[in-house]
């Protein structure tokens, strides 16, 4: 059974930091793409950040620069380092694995920015 678990979490004060995991069981991260995603309250879902089995990494404009997205594969997990957050990002955020036709989501975790 494919498992993706999101942790790390919780409420930061704008301009802060938080890294999210999220740990992956059934399949082997490593073959798959990562990508982190995130849906506000009355949003619709939005893509953040990528890293693909070989390549390169990619953000989304508005978190180029202030998030990282990284992955550990000796762990089978994927991370996401946000710094300076917003208000305006406060969300849902959800690890995704895809590979041809399979696509596994996490239950996510909640980032509330506020002060």
């Known amino acids: 059974q494919v498992q993706l678990v999101e942790s790390g979490g919780g409420l930061v004060q704008p301009g802060g930091s938080l890294r999210l995991s999220c740990a992956v069981s059934?399949?082997?991260?490593?073959?798959?793409?990562m990508s982190w995603h995130r849906q506000a309250p009355g949003k619709q879902r939005e893509w953040v950040a990528i890293?693909?089995?070989?390549?390169?990494?990619a953000y989304a404009l508005s978190v180029k620069g202030r998030f990282t997205i990284s992955r550990d594969n000796t762990k089978n997990t994927v991370y996401l380092q946000m710094n300076n957050l917003k208000p305006e990002e406060t969300a849902v955020y959800y690890c995704?694995?895809?590979?041809?036709?399979?696509?596994?989501w996490g239950q996510g975790t909640q980032v509330t920015v506020a002060s």
């Open positions: 059934g399949i082997s991260a490593s073959d798959y793409v």
């Open positions: 890293i693909p089995a070989i390549g390169s990494s």
């Open positions: 995704k694995a895809n590979r041809n036709t399979n696509v596994y």
